[in-house]
C-alpha cells in the first residue's frame, strides 16, 4: 500500500488560515489523494480529495505538488470546530488498493 | 437520505459471548466497509463488500469475526466468543464504486466493550 507522513500534531489559531502537509513520495499515477478528519466521539468525515490539480469546495482547498509527492489541506479559516484529527489517505483503483488505509494522522488543536 | 446508520451505538458484553452489529449504508451505495479503531490510533481496515458480495478481508482478521451482506443492502457484523482485545469502536462507510474520488460516508459506530 502507498504511504502517507504526516505531522503527529499542530495547533492553529481561530480565524486564521491552517495548512496541513501530506508527503506521499511513494504515490502511483492512478491514486488519488483524500483528506477525511474525525471528531471527537463520530466517525471519520469525507474532506476533500485530488488527483493532479488543486480542488476547492466549501470545506476546505488541496493544494497538490507538481510531482504529486506531496499535498497541503488548507482551512481558509479555522474555526474551534475544526478541532479535529486529519488523515491524509491515497485511495487506488485497482484490487487491493482500493479501499481507504487510515494512518496516525495529525491531531489539530485550535487555540481561542 | 440520514446517512449511514449503525446499531447499536454502544454494546457491552461478557468475555465469550457472541454480538452481532448492523449497518445500514446510503441506499444507492454499492460498496460497504466495515473498520474497527482503539483508541488514539487511526481506523482499522476488517472488510468490504460490493453489493452482497465479499471482496477483500483482511488478514489480521481473526475467524471468529464474519460479515454479511445478505442482499446487498444492510450488513452485519458478528464477533463470536469476545475477548476483551475485542473492545473498540467498530466503524461501518459505505461508498458508491463508480466515483473513485467521491468519498466514504462513515456511520457514527457502535463501541463495543468486553468486560
Known amino acids: 500500500d502507498a504511504k502517507t507522513t504526516q505531522p503527529n500534531s499542530m495547533e492553529s489559531n481561530e480565524e486564521e488560515p491552517v495548512h496541513l502537509p501530506c508527503n506521499h513520495s511513494?504515490?502511483?499515477?492512478?491514486?488519488?489523494i483524500h483528506w477525511y478528519r474525525q471528531l471527537p466521539s463520530q466517525g471519520p468525515e469525507y474532506v476533500i480529495h485530488?488527483?493532479?490539480s488543486n480542488v476547492n469546495n466549501r470545506m476546505a482547498s488541496l493544494a497538490i505538488a507538481e510531482d504529486r509527492k506531496s499535498s497541503t489541506l488548507i482551512l481558509h479559516r479555522a474555526t474551534l470546530r475544526d478541532a479535529a484529527v486529519y488523515y491524509c489517505?491515497?485511495?487506488?483503483?485497482?484490487?487491493?488498493?482500493?479501499?481507504?488505509?487510515f494512518g496516525t494522522g495529525t491531531r489539530l488543536t485550535i487555540i481561542p | 437520505d440520514t446517512g449511514v446508520s449503525q446499531n447499536p451505538r454502544h454494546k457491552i458484553t461478557k468475555r465469550g459471548q457472541n454480538v452481532t452489529f448492523r449497518c445500514d449504508p446510503i441506499?444507492?451505495?454499492?460498496?460497504l466497509y466495515w473498520y474497527r479503531q482503539t483508541l488514539g490510533q487511526g481506523p482499522e481496515f476488517l472488510t468490504y463488500?460490493?453489493?452482497?458480495?465479499?471482496?477483500?478481508k483482511s488478514r489480521l482478521l481473526s475467524d471468529r469475526f464474519s460479515a454479511e451482506r445478505p442482499k446487498g443492502s444492510f450488513s452485519t457484523l458478528e464477533i463470536q466468543r469476545t475477548e476483551q482485545g475485542d473492545s473498540a469502536m467498530y466503524l461501518c462507510?459505505?461508498?458508491?464504486?463508480?466515483?473513485?474520488?467521491?468519498?466514504?460516508?462513515f456511520g457514527s459506530g457502535t463501541r463495543l466493550t468486553v468486560v
Open positions: 462507510a459505505s461508498s458508491l464504486m463508480w466515483e473513485v474520488g467521491y468519498g466514504y460516508t
Open positions: 511513494t504515490i502511483s499515477g492512478t491514486d488519488y
Open positions: 485530488g488527483l493532479t
Open positions: 489517505i491515497l485511495l487506488g483503483v485497482d484490487f487491493g488498493n482500493e479501499k481507504l488505509t
Open positions: 441506499s444507492e451505495h454499492n460498496r
Open positions: 463488500f460490493q453489493n452482497e458480495a465479499q471482496l477483500e
